[in-house]
């Protein structure tokens, strides 16, 4: 696969916008934690919410179909699917800027999902591996909700995704159109710096710890692509299990991959050499790193079990996450690294998990749906 710089001179600044008058910048107080939390929702809001407080105290419009997020040198990041754009939220400056991306040419249309696949219409997920895959027919088992990839049957958008950062640059899948959109935030404004052509279908884009470093997940040819920075020099591509997403750098020179099809994680060096593979058994539909305590957290949302893989040994340990919270979709961590947050889009609800005691200890009940938890460090 070749690789192209493609640099745009175009963005938009927008300005801060409250979901209500109720809701006043003194909204984006200083919590008294050293984290504050804000959690994005996929009818288009960010919100601000206080875990140990069970309280919410802002939302800011976000966009019209908002997917992914992240959060890196006090500002939020996040891709919106709706409009091909990607947004700088600070909170602290109560500032947010919109940068369209957009390519030479028109956009072209796509229909990812197969018409003969029964599936389809409840799971637009099952339509899209079994084109992928067309020897993964088998219902996978995972919510519709938790789609890695951001298409439709009918969509002409770039497909942008999973969203991640590093102090100096954002990197966006733009999964429709088989690149790595990576945007320079270096002089304090978000701007085009390159797109970098990958595989087919990209679901993950994430910069290892120390930055030299990108590893991208792509779905339809089950490869992870490893590309130096800043150079963006392809330094290999591996072959790992069939519909990898999920990517976790758990420490400079160690990557874990979810293969979804495959309900399996396989864990590579940074060079990509191959050190192991686990099935915790289930589908499994996220993965999160339990920093300071060796771990891989490997989340079963539908059967509502998480895993906790020890990244040295690859064995695992397998905990019910309770009642209080079905179809889970997404874990954030913790600053202790006692406890994680677990999310689930569909109930609407969060729960704080003691890894600990290996139980919940609290229920959010949101008043939006969430689909990502993100922390800023103050």
Known sequence: MGFRMNIKKHWKSFTLTFFALALSLGGFALAETEWDYFYLSPIGFIVKLDVDKVAESGQVAAGKMPWS??????????????????????????????????????????????????????????????????????????????????????????????????????????????????????????????????????AFAVPSPDGNQLAVSCTADDEVYFVSLPSLEKTNIVKVGHGPTDLVWLTDNKLAVLNRADESVTFLSGNGALLGEVKP????????????????????????????????????????????????SFISERQDNKQIVIGSEKDGRLIVFDLETKAPIRRIQTNLPPRILVHIER
């Open 69 to 202: 997020a992240a959060a890196c040198g006090g500002h939020i990041y996040f891709s919106d699917f709706g409009s091909d754009s990607v947004y700088d939220f600070s909170p602290k400056e109560k500032t947010i800027a919109k940068l369209k991306i957009e390519e030479l040419g028109a956009s072209r249309e796509i229909d990812l999902v197969s018409k003969d696949d029964p599936n389809a219409k409840q799971s637009m997920l099952r339509g899209v591996f079994s084109k992928i895959h067309p020897s993964k027919k088998q219902t996978l088992g995972i919510n519709a909700l938790d789609e890695p990839l951001p298409v439709a049957s009918h969509n002409k958008h770039f497909g942008l995704g999973q969203i991640s950062c590093n102090d100096k640059q954002v990197f966006v899948v733009s999964s429709l159109k088989n690149h790595v959109e990576i945007l320079d935030t270096t002089k304090g404004t978000l701007k085009h710096f390159a797109t970098l052509d990958v595989g087919k279908r990209p």
């Open 281 to 328: 058994g289930g589908p499994i539909n996220h993965l999160s790193a339990a920093r300071g305590r060796n771990a891989l957290l490997a989340l079963n949302g539908a059967e509502g079990k998480l895993n906790a893989i020890d990244q040295d040994t690859l064995k695992f340990e397998s905990m019910p996450i309770g009642e209080d919270l079905k179809y889970a």
